[in-house]
Every structure is written in C-alpha cells, then in structure tokens.
C-alpha cells in the first residue's frame, strides 16, 4: 500500500477536512474495509505566513521542503500541501521535494477542463489571488481567471485570516462572498468559481450562485485517493 504524506497545519481547519474526505473517499472507492495509509506534519501556520506576508520565499520553500524530508523519512510515497496559499512557492518545493508531489492547482484545472468551463472567478487569500501559480497553469489550456477588484479582496483576505483560519465561519461574512461572487458573474460573466482557499468550502458549502464552485480541496482529495489506489 502507498503511503500519503501530508503538509498540514496550513491551516488547521482544512487539514482536518482532507483526512475526512480522504479516508470517506478510499473508503467508498474501495470496498474491502481498508483504511488509507497516510502521515501528516502539521507544520507552523504563523511562520509560513509571516514569510509569504515578507516576500520571503526562497525561505518559505525551504520551510517547506525541510517539513517534507520528515514525511520522506516517516515513510510516505508521495505527498500534498494542504493549501493554496503554499502553492505560491509549489514549483521550486516540487524541484527540491524528496517525494513526488500533487499540485492543487494543477487538479483544479484538469477538473475545470474536464466540465468545459472557459472563464472562472478565483477566491481565496490575497497571496493566491494575486499570484501567478493558478493562472500560469490555466492558461495552457485556454481558460481565463479573473479575481475580485482591489476592494473585494482586501475583504476577502482580511475575513480569510482573521475569521476563516481560525474556525470562525459568520453568517454575514458567507453573505459578503456570496454577494462578491454574483458581482463577479455581473462584471465579468463567470462561469464557474474556483474556492483557491481550503477554507472556503467550509463557510461557503451548500452555497449556491447559478454557476458551478469548484472545492479544490475535494479536487486535489480526489487526486490523491486515485494516487493511492493506483
């Protein structure tokens, strides 16, 4: 059996949904009563993001490099950052990385491609936003992203780390996203929305807005449970 190792922590919250929807998703897909080999390392939330916030991403890579030797030695095969925000540096942790990785953004797309969806709204932290690691990907094969004006995202960024991580999930912040999503569908005639952040999903579940959201975290679960069982 392969084992999955996973960069937790990143934050709290959302690890604790890829370990339920992992083990539900094995689960279901294999019928045999099994459970999933998996190893997490929940790493220092504070210290990623005081580094992402400094600009300092050589050394946010080798944080998160160092985290995944510990996984390597504890045995997994391969492994997951779970979250978006550290997909920021995902192309040099990748070259440096002692196990193969699975890139969120890049099974956000292969979902998206494989609906035939052209034009997505992303959400998530400003660093995600306003990086470069989903549209670069996205747009090989043809599909644009577009984000939330300045002001929307100062909201979003600013409900995202001082609610979101931290378990708060309000009424009237899901209200707020909600409505900058139909702005989004109004200005920029959305398609689908991406949920670039893996907390997302858990104030905005069950949401509708007329067009398809996309739960990267289900997405980038789903890639590892066929990883495993391949």
Known sequence: MKTLGI???IGPESTIEYYRFIIASYREKKKDGSYPSIIINSINLQKAVDLITAGEFVQVAEYIVAELH???KAGADFGLLAAN???IVFDEVQRQSPIPLISIAQATC?????RGLKKLGLLGTRFTMQGRFYPEIFSREGIVLVTPDEGEQ??????????LVNGIFLPETRERLLAIVNALQKREGIE?????????PLILRDATAGIPFLDTTKIHVESAVAQLLS
């Open 192 to 200: 689908g929305l991406i949920l670039g952040g893996t907390e997302l």
């Open 7 to 9: 960069i937790g922590g």
């Open 110 to 114: 292969d979902a998206a491609k494989l």
């Open 85 to 87: 925000t550290a997909h």
């Open 70 to 72: 510990k996984l390597a």
């Open 154 to 163: 100062a909201y979003i960024h600013e409900k995202y780390m001082g609610e």
